[in-house]
């Protein structure tokens, strides 16, 4: 007898999946950039014991990876060519069509799911973004190790992070948009404040003034800059001294952009690498403000700083911790997440647990053989910290718990 065209694709499904070592595909699709996190499974291992009485019953590597959203076309190709969207929860009582459920957050969760389903023929189940962005910090905060780090003039130092001494503390996430989450716990949560000034109005407003190609090059572009050229600053009002009556030296920012009115000059007459480097500093400071303000109002003394708006830049990093210092008078501190953009594409990852899937419902993830060499506290000095590159990934053991 013939086979109908959903028992064909349902075969064909099942003989690709057979292969592949690929599961627990999960996307979060925000306002600029696709994240990508899945787990491909090592060969061969099953019951081990890992020396904590843990039971390891499967190990193998969380790979990230990212895509402009604008791009969208290019991602649907990766993930079938690497035919990582077999890697969702099957549902067997579903039609042919309906068989495979991928998790996804994010707007584009919404505004894609139609054309993810019509090329890849999943089905996207969609997740709350600020669940996900919780969940991720979470697991990243307790599971893998030297994820939290300060940075503060031009040093990189690693945060032990107890994790019976976590909550409460402020996840603020800046993506296209800034979202402010104060944590307290596993799915307990209040989005307690946002802004529009954020990733998106940097990497906007940026390729507008410097007709930069690409974010990376905007990003360079500022690492060479100097942002005196066009901020006005307390010296250049009070005739090069400091106000130090009300505490600001002369080289504090008085007014971002501040010497382009007086200046007479016209866009073209500034350098692009100094028109970046004002702007960056512009949003970067705005933000450490408005978190700060937050943590002081709702008593918090510990801040996470997330989203690929920061993408590992030192410049960036530097302003926001010097930025959260000044304000809180050294009493707020200004920490960052070395998978800084994955929070999202994490947490809709963890939430396939709902599905009770073998391998993750009752069990643990964490990560292996954690980096060694450097230890919480650790200093470590680099002008130029850099962001994860695309092909990251952490070694992962899956345990009874
Ligand atoms: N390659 C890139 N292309 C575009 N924007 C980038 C890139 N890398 C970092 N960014 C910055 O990251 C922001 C998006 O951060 P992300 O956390 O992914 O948020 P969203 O979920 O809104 O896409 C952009 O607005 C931009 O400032
Ligand atoms: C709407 C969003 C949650 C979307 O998330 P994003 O794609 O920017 O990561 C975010 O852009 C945001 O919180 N914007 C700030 C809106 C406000 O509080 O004014």
Redesign the pocket.
Known sequence: MEKTEGEIIRAKLEADQSQSQISHLALDI???LIKLVYFSKNNGCSDDDDGNNKHLVLQGRLHFAKFETCKINDCIEFIRSKKLHLGGVRLHDAPASDKILVKAT??GAYKFADLVKEKLGIIVEKED?MDCLVAGANFLLKAVHQEAFTYMDGQKEFVHVDINDLYPYLLV?I?????MIKVDGDGKFERI????V?G?TFWGLGRLLTKCKSFDELLELSHQGNNRVIDMLVGDIYGGVDYSKIGLLSTAIASSFGKAISDNKELEDYKTEDVARSLLRLISNNIGQIAYLNALQFGLKRIFFA?FFIRGHAYTMDTISVGVHFWSKGEAKAMFLRHEGFLGSLGAFMSYDKHSLDDLSTHQLVQRFPVSGTNAGEKICCPLVGDLDDNDSIECGVYAA
């Open positions: 925000g306002g600029s994010g707007g973004e996430n993506g296209s948009g800034v979202s404040s946002g802004t529009s954020g998106g989203g």
